[in-house]
């Protein structure tokens, strides 16, 4: 695989970059890496694996990729209408077993762990590194039958989603998008409905972040006929509450109400112990914080502040998690006019975020700046600024 001087000496010839510089398949276009959703699952294989190879060497024209809209819509699409494929197989040399898939599905649970106690910029190159060089060579090398194929590309999709979440947390957002769009992919060879379903919400999830609110509508919706062909009524909820989120983006207070009711019902008629273990961060404490960004995005800080602090009877492993309930709390005090309490608050979501490396968290932490500044002569912000002078300014 040529360095990334490869890339500088073309730039300097002044021609693009070629599939055959980056030891990629011909039919792979290097700038379009990742973002578009395969139509076998051979293609799939190179697909992905190319770009967790590109993300190793830290490719410019990963790192420099923008969050394109068109191509979640088409990813969405083809997850909904694409044929199942049939099974994935692989006839390579190396036999792939129940040990390799258990592997994957440890690792993924243990830099789950580390991703929400410190930060995405921990652990994600650790991630990448794994995938590239572990799970890698069980797709593109390994022989496996129906059944194994089928479990392998459900790990390889988790994992991979895992990578993406974690581009998505550090803001590097097209980069975030193309490993969504691989993961839903790689969904699409297990014919796995919930994870699929997983992956198009968390889609949604950084179209709302983005300020993207009718694009995340879309991508909840699709979550939502994934989840009902699942039948897996917390995936239906998450689905429903970020339909909801979307709404309250766009302004529309009724909407939103409508489809956090939907999200009440679904959540009411869950079975925790029938469905997937990765689906249990999915709580109530998780469903509080989303109805609160709902009611702080529409302003209604009463409705904030009583959902945030239910927000907060948290599993205190979910550090960075706390770290934007005790955000929410504290812009819903404010709209309160609750200044001091506000303060006391966002006091403990900086503290938080100091220890972070989350683009995400320094983000909320920027948001609670911005929502301070009216009051930064009033004595509780001025203590706060006191007490936080070593972690960040306020």
Not at 114 to 123: M, T
Request: aromatic share 6%; with cysteine.
């Amino acid at each position: 695989m040529p360095c990334l001087l490869t890339e500088i000496f073309a730039l300097r010839l002044g021609r693009q970059i070629t599939s055959e510089d980056l030891g990629m398949p011909a039919v792979i276009t290097p700038l379009d890496l990742g973002q578009e959703f395969t139509h076998t699952w051979q293609e799939g294989v190179a697909t992905v694996t190319a770009l967790w190879r590109a993300d190793v060497e830290r490719r410019r024209f990963l790192i420099d990729s923008t969050f394109a809209i068109g191509a979640g819509s088409v990813g969405a699409v083809r997850w909904l209408t694409s044929p199942s494929e049939g099974r994935p197989s692989g006839m390579g040399m190396r036999r792939v077993g129940r040990a390799d898939i258990a592997a994957i599905h440890e690792v993924t649970r243990s830099f789950g762990e580390l991703d929400n106690r410190f930060g995405s910029g921990r652990v994600r190159s650790s991630v990448v590194k794994y995938l590239d060089t572990a799970v890698s060579p069980l797709l593109k090398d390994g022989s496996y039958g129906d059944s194994t194929g089928k479990q392998l590309a459900a790990a390889a999709a988790e994992l991979t989603r895992l990578a993406g979440w974690m581009a998505y947390d550090m803001e590097q957002h097209g980069l975030a998008q193309r490993y969504l769009i691989q993961a839903l992919r790689l969904a699409r060879g297990a014919d796995d409905q919930t994870l699929g379903g997983e992956i198009l919400a968390g889609m949604a999830h950084q179209a709302i972040y983005m300020g993207q609110p009718a694009h995340a509508l879309d991508l909840a919706r699709a979550s939502q006929i994934a989840a009902r062909r699942a039948g897996v009524q917390t995936l239906l909820a998450s689905a429903h509450v970020l339909e909801a989120h979307a709404h309250a983006g766009l302004g529309d207070a009724r909407a939103c109400g409508m489809s956090l009711h939907e999200a009440e019902c679904a959540f009411e008629a869950r079975k925790p112990a029938e469905e997937p273990k990765w689906l249990s961060y999915f709580d109530e404490a998780y469903l509080s914080a989303k109805f609160a960004h709902c009611f702080r995005d529409l302003g209604e800080g009463e409705r904030v502040v009583r959902q945030a602090r239910r927000s907060l009877d948290m599993d205190s492993r979910y550090v960075r998690g706390r770290m934007f309930n005790l955000s929410l709390l504290a812009a819903g005090l404010l709209q309160c006019g609750e200044l001091e309490e506000a303060c006391s608050a966002a006091a403990g979501a900086l503290t938080l975020a100091s220890d972070l490396q989350s683009a995400r968290s320094r983000s909320y932490a920027a948001d609670l700046r911005r929502r301070l500044e009216p009051y930064k002569n009033e004595r509780p912000v001025l203590a706060l600024r006191e007490r936080t002078r070593e972690l960040t300014a306020v």
